[in-house]
């Protein structure tokens, strides 16, 4: 079934909040591009997103909010973030910033990062939805992973109009392009996307200037702002059955015990869980076996994660 394409009223914005609540997937304009929204708390609802998407990678997603006190239970501001927000909120400025202990974004959401990328956008019906949902809501670019970003919704419902729920139509976005993305390491701005608020503004409103993360003098910029979650324990991929002493973490019909990422065999559910249960073995084994996972749909994304996780540690 192809999503509906309905005008913003309140009644399609009600209609937007319950589907999210039940975890489905909105497509909403912002005044920078068409996003994909889902409940940014519910690590299904995001499994649906990179599924929709077609992502290869848990790429990490932009959690919108509507209110400083939405934003603040979300992320820890230093003093430079907190000027950047002032002078930019609501707007196409994404922040990248320490994720608060206690906020609601999924780990999935942040694809294992210990910081959050955040944004107030500025849109009405963008901000109309997230006050009348009252959580974030993670929102990457409303096109199929590869393609460009959507400005209006005939380009959202020709990539995505099967695979989500609705489409809120909010005409033409103003801005047209993406916000820019900046993070911090400890004060200092580092630039990780050019986009909608120009990058000589942010470096007047922060008074010094702003380096690339392309930059080769940028002192190692993205290593040190990608801390991504890694076990400590060791990982054994394609494993049958556990060893003495591991922990083993199953997909699929599986007599042999450990946390099940989908006992059906469903990788939706399977993308959902991952975090949590690779946390959990963790915790309570020096090694992880790990069974054969599908390279099909979510699969390749599940698979290139725990791959990551275990090349990190044998090397
Ligand atoms: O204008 C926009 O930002 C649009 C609208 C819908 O808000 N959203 C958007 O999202 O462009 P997306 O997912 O297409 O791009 C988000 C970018 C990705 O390149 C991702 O890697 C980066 O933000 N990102 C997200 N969280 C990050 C983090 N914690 N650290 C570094 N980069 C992050
Ligand atoms: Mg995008």
């Keep these: 079934m192809t999503a509906p394409v309905v005008p913003i009223l309140p009644e399609t914005i009600a209609l937007a909040a319950e589907i999210l609540s039940g975890g489905g997937l909105v497509a909403i304009p912002t005044e920078t591009v068409y996003g994909l929204a889902a409940d940014a708390s519910n690590p299904e609802a995001v499994a649906r997103i990179y599924e929709a998407k077609g992502r290869p990678r848990f790429n990490p997603l932009i959690a919108h909010v509507a209110s400083w006190e939405m934003a603040e239970a979300e992320a820890v501001f230093s003093d430079a973030a907190r000027t950047c927000a002032r002078a930019f909120w609501p707007g196409p400025l994404t922040l990248v910033l320490p994720a608060a202990p206690g906020g609601q974004v999924s780990d999935l959401a942040r694809a294992g990062l210990d910081t959050l990328a955040i944004r107030w956008p500025a849109h009405l019906a963008a901000r109309s939805l997230i006050t009348a949902f009252g959580r974030p809501l993670v929102a990457p670019s409303a096109n199929l992973s590869g393609h460009v970003s959507p400005t209006r919704a005939e380009h959202v419902a020709a990539d995505l109009g099967e695979r989500i729920d609705l489409i809120l139509d909010g005409g033409p976005c103003e801005v047209g392009m993406e916000s820019t993305i900046l993070g911090f390491i400890g004060e200092t701005p580092v ?19 702003i380096r690339s993360h392309e930059d080769p003098n940028a002192i190692n910029a993205p290593g040190q702002l990608k801390s991504h979650y890694a076990p400590k324990a060791r990982l054994r991929l394609n494993a049958d059955a556990p060893e003495d002493g591991e922990g083993f973490l199953a997909f699929g019909p599986s007599v042999a015990g450990g946390l099940n990422l989908s006992p059906s065999g469903d990788l939706v559910e399977a993308a959902s869980k991952l975090f949590a249960m690779l946390r959990a073995l963790d915790a309570r084994f020096p090694r992880i076996a790990v069974a054969p996972i599908p390279e099909t749909g979510l699969g390749e994304a599940i698979n290139d994660r725990l791959r990551r996780a275990a090349y990190r540690e044998a090397g």
């Design 191 to 209: 630039l990780l996307r050019p986009g909608g608020v120009p990058t000589p503004l942010l470096e007047v409103t922060l008074g010094r200037p």
